[in-house]
């Protein structure tokens, strides 16, 4: 009875409160622009329906995790009023059971946030059906969706929710409380999901708001299925909910009705004796208060302001929620830096500047931990701006004679001072983890990027916090409204909002890579700073005039007042913010959309629709062929600039005279095509500098096998900066382009299309798949930059620096202090080039083929410092080149080079002869892999490959080509690595590469003929690749690759198709193998291996008789998800093991042969040379199972050896 | 800052509420340096008088001047001058009393260090707190607390002081201490205690207002007030049975209980007999009378004629 009242009475009171309604607002908001913003456009482009059951659970754990946040109060307020407000006085000593008043207000409290939450289901209709989505996006309406929605997420994170956020408000008395233990809560189970494995999904375990298990799920299954309380759902449902009710019992036997006062000791006597009567009834005059100097004026007020800024920071640092959680989040920082040090699992070298970028993250940029950090700041912006007023303290402080300015500017500095704080934990939790790690902290470097760069970031973000508690001047609805203002900034892209002027402390991102420091990219930090200062400085006037002092609170009250308050110093304060604004904007407006072009995704988007509605219809025109390029290209790194000028050689290898010469020019910002000029009368009667289109028509036309050529000239000059900053190819130190930028091009480029289906629909082009079908005839006729050309350039550059470009270096000269360099190719190359120029330092190497008499030289230009890979490399390189000569055919040119680039990246590119080298490859230290694998060794290996597959066989432009590029890139090098290594390196190659397997996927996908993705192209194609060469044996795969090579040489049409592989791979095959190559590649079929029973006894001598009961099948899953169960009839290795030697996995083998298994269970026995520890179905895991773990079984003894 | 010719004019303030109370209506006072008693019931809306006075309201109309300066629109120059014990306040309970009373001290600008320790100390060595002074505020009685806060308000010497029922928690002894603490200070500023405690005014105040339902009801020096309405206060104990008839023959302005019995105070011009005896009138008899409405202006010469 007593229950029903509380909870009656809590209920109806927050019902009325205007905040409660406001938080269902914000989620019902949200959850609509999920759907519309988010969703919906997937759907277009054909993920999957915009209200399938999936996607609304998933805009469910979103809002669940907004809702966590921000509606923090509810809890809160429920479970501390009364002690807040001092009703506890009344309501304690109330006849009333602490599980009546508990249970009251906890039911009351979940009963308002399950209100709350079922915004998320009534905005997701609203956007729906009410939203002009499209039919074809949307499913049939299912009340099924939106009940386990509500019943599985919705629900019971209300009750996770508000369970948690009670039992800390009630057990702290604070209604605060809540909010913080949200953001606690949240920061202990991201550390925990670092320490959960990585793979698989356990480690959403520990997401308290749910988590959507749709990763395995097929497209089929996205659309339709229900998300259902199963597997790690389920576990993770239990576990918050187990984590819940222990905390609410906690909070059931911890609370008291006890005055937190009464806790503290009773104040000592009070002075009531007459002796102390009679002394304060005389002793007034007795002791006169001393005359003091008051004085009022700038001096007073900066001292004031010191000591207010002294007082609050150490409010702040001191409280639970300041020092101790601030060193908490920097030791998350430190610990988890180890894992995150890693390139593809690999740790990287604890380089000053690899730690720094994963130290310093933009406010705009979403990142857990940071996240959490401007969440804070939101936290204290709000303590500071309310401390007064809830100690009620602030009737004596607002009379007391200080200037409004110095009130706020006090806290801002205060707030100011501990993100300092914060800076410096995090650079010590760096610093440390870095020497740790074993590398050598530049002190210089952290102070710079988190004193300088970051912490204006952070201040600027403090000053809006502050500004929106000012002017909300409620608390809860502060945050709320603050934590919407960050949303904002950070997802504002998201809803195509992109120009970071109107992103509060946006600025392009800035790098820095020991490479190239900064390079051009901190140019427009600067200026974009200056700018958000401006209108920090503008928001403080505002703050200074809307300061809340006394007990006007109205809107109106305040506005008055802030009239009052505006006085001459106060406007031309204010002036000068707004001028700064003007004047900083206008110059960022000027450089990003006057000398550049502002394009937005959607305007880029707009400019490819156009460029095919135009001319897609001459793709099929017969255009003459470029057959060789001789340039003159001059580098200016220090100017940003660069100038070629060029010759083309273009030759009509068709059938018919060529009338017009289509030439595609560079729409890079900044680059200039000029002076184009045919060696023969031509006119220009298409110039389309905005899609970079032009139509010449030649006076006479060009017969079949005759030539002309083509003069051009470029420029480049960096101007300015764009929104996305500044333009970063050309650099005081790293340049690269390549001719792919810049260059002309002759004919239509496909690659220029929109891909996108959504963004095709919109701007009226015709439907297609954004990878063109494997069996579309006419895509197969298309393949980028494929001719075969002769390359020569000289190259200039400053003379400090090394230019590199692809051929044999004829000659080097230096002429008015600028360096020189003449290279030339001795074979032609496919047309795709690129120049650098840097300070290398240079590892060299050369091959000697054994036959051809053929010397390569190796040439590794790295970062200089960086010594161990390069070492590493110069000798993989050799022995890919030997492996690949032998088996594939000759390597065409005399050099091989790998060119490092300025990045924070790991990947390569590689173009003939000369392979692009992202920096952050040189920092990879395979010795401290923990896996024993050499990843710097099989990378060269795969991207030597290349130089055939991709550069000799040039793959068409469809579905399936990076089965014949990326693929047999990693089969290759898996035999370069068991020839030169041995069969340990490439068994830690192929568990490197079965890694993938354990992402969580769907299983859903086409044949891997028509691979598209960089599971089917890097993982599953090599391992099928090799599963083929253990069942008809490696040198027949490999003459079938030679063949398929053989069949399609450089330069030549057609281009070679997956298809085209699969038939030599047919030819290569026995009849009795042709099931397993037709499984392999032209279905999308999984086995499923199974040992269930191991067991062994001993014969005669040193032989045992093994028996293994075996379960398989086998079963074909289409693109939708469709599975289907295939009788399975396949010879499968046996596998049995001794044991294993301390510190080794495997013991040795004793028996390995394949067996026809067919499916269902069945019973092996073998004969066994010595005493089992293991047996395995399949344990070189060829067949794809991605269950793999169940493929062994210990063996166990029959009765005979029990005795032991 | 110099010194004004000192006093306290308040012409004409009405404040409204959202809520639509009239909390102050046409109020005109003239406070002189000295101590000032502004006595009323609880919601008669002496509070929001003196937080306009403090600078923590403003009036919808009316203009207030202390000396020179223009409360409303000068509220810097009048909080450089200003000490103010809100009714009801609370404190930082982790922080000393020391350690608070610095932090004021800084806000009030003591800007030296020597002279803010010299003051806090011979303040809370008034206050009675110095034994204290390093307790923390959480665990200070309600008296305490009262004292620190008379404490702040007294910081540097204020010019005007403003204390907003400042005894109602206050044990006997320490209500003594605080007044004489009070009486010492108003011998050069204007000190304005409201309070609904009669005493407070009658033992204190030269000079008081009553105030009820926004409106002052009378302006008056208390001897005087109490002078005028000698011979006009009667006295009758008699039984709670005979108070409504008793309340319908006679201008009843008080009535309480005396040891089980009802002790009656009349208003009238002459003996109204039937068992009245004379009384001396004190200043609850002025409140009583001015609050029934027998008592106002017209019987007080000097003050104001407009009220209502």
New interface residues.
Partial sequence: MKLQTIFALEFRYQLRRATTWLYFGALLVLAFLIIVANYVPDARDGYYLANAPVVIASVAVVCSGFWLVIGASVAGEAAARDVQTRMHLLTYPAPTSKAAYLGGRFGAALALNSLLLLAVPLGVMLAVYCAGVEDEVLGPFRLATYLTTCCFFLLPNALFGTAIQFSVAALGRRAMGAYLGTIILLAATHLLGYVLPEAGERRHLVDVMGFTPMTKWSTLERNTRLVMLEGSFLLNRLLWLSTSLGLLALTYFRFRFALP?SR?????S???SPV??QA??S???G??????????GW??QL??LR??TG?AFQQLVTSKAGLPLLAGLALVFGLTLRGNLKGRGTPLLPRTDVVLHQLTVPLTDVEPLWMLVALLTIFYAGELVWRERE???S?????????EWVLFCGRFLALGLVLVVWLALLMVAGVVAQVALGGTPEIGLYLQMLFGLQLVDCLLFALLALLVHVLVNQKFVGHLVALLAYGFIVFAPKLGIEHKLLLFGASPLWTYTDMAGFGSTLAPWPWFKAYWVAWALLLAVGARLFWV????E?PA?RL??AR?RLTRSTVLFAGVAGAGILLFGGFIFYNTNVLHDYTPAAKTAKQRAAYELRYRRYRNRPQPQLTAVKLHVEIYPTQRAAAIQGTYLLVNHSPVPIDSVHVATGTEMGVETAALAFDQPAKAVLVDAEQGYRIYALARPLPPGDSLRLRFRITHRARGFSNDGADALVLANGTSFGNREWLPVIGYQQYRELDEASARKAYGLAPRPATYSLYDTAARRYAPFPGLIRFEAIVGTDAGQTAVAPGTLRRTWTNAGRRYFHYATDAPIRNEYTFFSAHYAVQEGTWRGPEQKQDVAIQIYYPPGLTENPVRMVRSAQASLDYYSKQFGPYPHRQLRFVAQPSYGFGHHASPIDITANEGFFLLNPKKDKRGFDLVTAVVAHEVAHQWWGNQLKQAYVEGAGLISESLAWYSAMGVVENKYGPEPLRRLLSFLREENETPRSRAAKPLLQADDFYQNYRKGPLALYALSQYIGRDRVNGALRQLLAHHRPGTRPFATSLDLYQELQTATPDSLQPLLHDLFRTNTFWELKTETATAKPLTGTRWQVTLTVQASKLVVDSAGTETKQPMKEWVEIGVFAAAPESEEKGKLLYLQKHLITSGQQSLTVTVPGKPAQAAIDPNYLLIDWNTLDNDKAVKMTSQVQSR | ?GKHPLGLFIRNVSKKY?NGVQALHNVSLDIPPGMYGLLGPNGAGKSTLM?TL?????PDAGEIHLGDIDVV?QK?AV??T?G???Q??????KASAEELLD??A???????RA??R??TE??L??T?LWD?RK??L????G??KQRF?VA???L??PQLLIVDEPTAGL?P?ER??FL??L??LGENSVVILSTHIVEDVAELCTRMAIINKGQILLEAQPLEAVAALKGYIWRKLTDKSALPALEQEHQIISAKLLSGRTLVHAYSPERPGNGFDAVEPDLEDVYFSTMAGCFGPTGQQQAEGQAR
């Fill in positions: 006062e503290q000791q009773e104040p000592a009070e002075p009531k102390t009567l304060s009834l002793g007034g005059t002791e006169a208060r001393p005359l003091v100097r008051r004085t009022y001096a007073t001292h004031q000591f207010l007082q100690a009620r303290l009737d004596i402080g607002g009379a007391a004679p200080v200037p002092r006394g007990r006007e109205r009250a008055q007042l009052r | 800052m959202a937080r403090a600078t923590l309201q403003e629109n810097e909080r450089q200003l103010y014990l809100p009801e306040f609370g404190v930082y309970p932090y004021f800084v806000l009030k600008g003591l800007t030296n002279e803010r010299a003051t011979a303040l060595r008034q009675n204290k307790q923390k959480g665990g200070y009685s008296g305490m806060g702040v308000a007294l540097g010497n044990d002894a003594v201490r004489n603490l009486s010492e």
